[in-house]
């Protein structure tokens, strides 16, 4: 796919506005849909259903209508598998399990910090260099997830466990991207996509076997259907067409900077669809982490424009 370089970057059309603004309600939503699904449908068989409907759906659109090969390369393959266990198998059941004793707007706004992780992960790994605006940004996010989840962490709050789950998952998605910053691939993003469904898919399946195997299911309510399907077609497939579609509209940086207000919508659907709260914290944390995010996905030429 190709993408728009940004030197030549001027003004997103109309049509990638719309899709900012779709994308952000539909994965922003995803939150509080997870948690009304996992409060009546196991975790494990929940995730086992998501990754099937994601790898087979976004596969079956790379073949079928955009003519891809689903095959890969054999040296990518082990890569793939990387990334997919960190990208979905760490995060997804991460973010479930954790949903099942944390609110879901704050779920969105702990998962939704992987830009920061990213960005020191690849400061690290990849040798990218860390400029002193990102910096400010990594430390203006550290002091709003501290105000966010500080007390969770040291045992003082209501969930340690779901909150620590909560920045594994973060810190998982980080390592994860980094994994498919560190290559030149020559698989598709969408085919590259579904396959990280199918490999981080693998240690869910035999989570299940193992945990749920034999489990009885109840009937769902129609709130609950309607959750899981949501959470198991619209992020997994929807989502990702929207995106990749996006990225071959807009520089991946810009288009990056647009999943900002993801955990904003994730909180106050959080607070409309399941009546949770949003006190004074949790609306200074959420600034401190969007305006860092903005800081660190901005491009720095971007920043160096703007000083002049």
């Given amino acids: 796919m190709s993408h728009t370089p940004i030197e030549n970057f001027?003004?997103?059309?109309?049509?990638?506005?719309?899709?900012?603004g779709l994308l952000t309600l539909l994965w922003g939503v995803n939150f509080p849909s997870i948690k009304v699904a996992i409060s009546e449908f196991p975790p494990w068989s929940f995730r086992v259903l998501c990754v099937t409907c994601g790898a087979v759906g976004l596969l079956s659109i790379g073949r079928l209508i955009l003519g891809h090969s689903i095959l890969v390369h054999p040296e990518e393959r082990l890569w793939i598998a990387l990334a997919g266990c960190l990208n979905i198998t760490g995060f997804q059941m991460c973010v479930a399990f954790a949903l099942m004793s944390v609110d879901a707007g704050r779920g969105?706004?702990?998962?939704?910090t992987m830009p920061l992780w990213a960005t020191v992960l690849a400061a690290i790994c990849l040798g990218e260099r860390l400029t002193l605006v990102r910096c400010v940004g990594l430390a203006i996010g550290l002091t709003g997830l501290i105000?966010?989840?500080?007390?969770?962490?040291?045992g003082l709050g209501g969930s340690p466990l779901g909150t620590t789950l909560l920045l594994c998952a973060a810190i998982s998605w980080g390592a994860g991207t980094v994994v498919i910053k560190s290559r030149n691939w020559s698989t598709p993003v969408i085919i590259l996509t579904g396959w990280q469904f199918i490999f981080g898919g693998v240690p869910i399946a035999i989570g299940f076997l193992i945990f749920e195997g034999n489990v009885v299911y109840q009937p769902l309510s129609s709130a609950g259907l309607t959750a899981v399907?949501?959470?198991?077609l619209v992020p997994m497939i929807i989502c990702h067409l929207v995106w990749y579609t996006l990225i071959?509209?807009?520089?991946?940086?810009?288009?990056?900077?647009?999943?900002?207000?993801?955990?904003?919508?994730?909180?106050?659907?959080?607070?409309?669809?399941?009546?949770?709260?949003v006190g004074t914290r949790e609306l200074i944390s959420l600034v401190l982490v969007v305006t860092a995010l903005a800081i660190v996905l901005t491009p720095t030429g971007i920043w160096r424009s703007f000083w002049r």
Avoid: K
Wanted: proline letters at 7%; glycine letters at 6%.
């Fill in 147 to 154: 105000a966010l989840i500080g007390e969770d962490l040291i």
């Fill in 229 to 232: 399907l949501y959470s198991a």
């Fill in 108 to 112: 969105a706004v702990v998962a939704h």
């Fill in 248 to 277: 071959g509209m807009l520089p991946t940086a810009i288009a990056s900077i647009s999943t900002l207000a993801i955990p904003i919508v994730g909180v106050y659907s959080s607070a409309l669809l399941l009546g949770e709260q």
């Fill in 10 to 20: 001027t003004r997103p059309p109309l049509v990638a506005l719309a899709m900012i």
